[in-house]
């Protein structure tokens, strides 16, 4: 007999974030204006399910701009990119729609700044990420990357006096925390950016899940693997002392996870869509589950508009 928990807790919020929607939307509207290939560099965002259905539409995706043929359309992905990206497809004539989201724009101005005012600048983050690497390329000869309190431990700075940190958006609130306290021990001059770099979907879906961790025996979140900001939610509901689980969808639910769980809560990674979260519900409700409640802890109602270059086509094509 399969084993159904007697209630299902969903976070809220939970899911696609602002920027999230804006890159996607980007994509889908490059496509009804300009049709099928339009190539995007690198995951637009970081989830199986969504990249699948835009390959579906004619999305095709790519590890270079290198690889987009001449004149042809090529969308960056929310991550950013590095100046020496645009200026490669500048070169090779493609037009180029930046979807970056506008919360990492805002960390590559302050790395900039920094580097103009010549700071060492300690970007906290993870080796590889593609946030990581567009940031970087923002001023390379400035920026030395750490990922946990022992590399700060380790970093050698030239001018303990000209020291400044910048954080990639999508980690875990505490951690960074820690990090930059550990920084300040270290560097008592160090400065940071005026309002913090965290993304606010990263902080309300972590507030959401440390809630959601205290009510429940079993926290699944819905999210793939290369994504930085689901897999911090399940590291959140592991230190809240609830069992948690990183899924892509209901199909890796596994028995043994249920086992004796009277109640699950359910949260997704702010590049997941909705439709994830209710397939899962389904996959409980088909099992016996009526409970299924909210669990209300933010409301969000950021927004960010189209890119330029596509409110700009979409108002020329509707004149």
């Not at 724009?105 to 103009?116: D, L, M, N, P, S």
């Not at 060492?120 to 567009?134: A, D």
Request: charged content about 30%; proline content about 4%; some cysteine.
């Amino acid at each position: 007999m399969k084993t159904a928990p007697e209630k299902i807790l969903l976070a809220a919020p939970r899911g696609y974030c602002a920027g999230v929607e804006r890159a996607v939307q980007a994509v889908e509207a490059a496509l009804e204006l300009y049709g099928a290939p339009v190539y995007v560099r690198k995951e637009i965002v970081h989830n199986k399910h969504v990249v699948d259905e835009l390959r579906a539409r004619g999305a095709v995706f790519v590890e270079s701009e290198d690889e987009v043929p001449e004149d042809a359309t090529v969308v960056f992905s929310a991550h950013g990119v590095a100046p020496s990206v645009h200026a490669n497809a500048r070169r090779r004539r493609l037009r180029t729609i930046d979807a970056t989201c506008p919360l990492v724009t805002k960390v590559h101005v302050e790395a900039r700044k920094f580097a103009a005012d010549d700071y060492t600048i300690v970007l906290i983050g993870h080796l590889g990420h593609e946030e990581v690497e567009g940031t970087m390329g923002e001023a390379p000869g400035n920026i030395v990357l750490v990922e946990s309190e022992e590399d700060v431990d380790r970093l050698e700075i030239k001018d303990p006096a000209r020291v400044a940190y910048i954080t990639q958006t999508t980690l875990s609130v505490d951690e960074t925390r820690a990090i930059i306290n550990r920084l300040r021990q270290r560097f008592p001059e160090i400065v940071g950016p005026r309002t913090d770099d965290i993304c606010y979907a990263t902080t309300n879906r972590q507030t959401a899940v440390k809630q959601l961790a205290r009510r429940c025996d079993l926290v699944l979140v819905i999210g793939s693997r290369n994504s930085s900001n689901s897999n911090r939610l399940v590291e959140v509901a592991r230190e809240c002392g609830a069992e948690s689980h990183l899924i892509d969808n209901e199909s890796q639910v596994r028995e043994e996870w249920l086992a004796g769980k009277r109640s699950i809560g359910i949260t997704s990674g702010a590049s997941a869509p909705e439709q994830l979260v209710q397939r899962l519900v389904e996959f409980f409700r088909d099992r016996g589950t009526t409970d299924v409640e909210e669990l209300d802890v933010i409301r969000e109602d950021v927004r960010f508009m189209l890119p330029k270059s596509i409110r700009q086509a979409l108002a020329g094509a509707s004149a």
